[in-house]
């Protein structure tokens, strides 16, 4: 049983920045994908970002390529998601998500979410 805790969101003006934060508690947690999904209202939950559990191989979706930067830190079992020259476009709610494979990219391919973290970017 894996559980994940999200923090780091807020209210934040175009071009500015915020770093999420996703705890996760239980074991092996280096076993685990870990990714970041939102859900802007109105719309279906999106994938935005997605790491291995050795960090190795990232995957990024392009509406945030080049300006998010997924992370992990297997010794404080924490994943985080750097988001820079943010737009009102990305105002979701962020999630994070845990897989026990070695990657995924896919919302159903993942076993375990956090509660999310309200990101709201003004123009």
């Known amino acids: 049983q894996v559980q994940l805790a999200e923090s780091g969101g807020g209210l934040v003006q175009a071009g500015g920045s915020l770093r999420l934060s996703c705890a996760a508690s239980?074991?092996?947690?280096?076993?685990?994908?870990m990714g970041w999904f939102r859900q802007a209202p109105g719309k279906e939950r999106e994938f935005v970002a997605a790491?291995?559990?050795?960090?190795?191989?990232?995957y990024y979706a392009d509406s945030v390529k080049g300006r998010f930067t997924i992370s992990r830190d297997n010794a404080k079992k924490t994943v985080y998601l750097q988001m820079n020259s943010l737009k009102p476009e990305d105002t979701a709610v962020y999630y994070c998500?845990?897989?026990?494979?070695?990657?995924?990219?896919?919302?159903?391919?993942?076993?375990?979410w956090g509660q999310g973290a309200q990101v709201t970017v003004s123009s």
């Open positions: 998500a845990a897989a026990f494979v070695h990657t995924a990219t896919r919302e159903k391919d993942y076993d375990y």
């Open positions: 239980g074991r092996t947690f280096s076993g685990y994908a």
């Open positions: 790491i291995t559990g050795s960090g190795g191989t990232i």
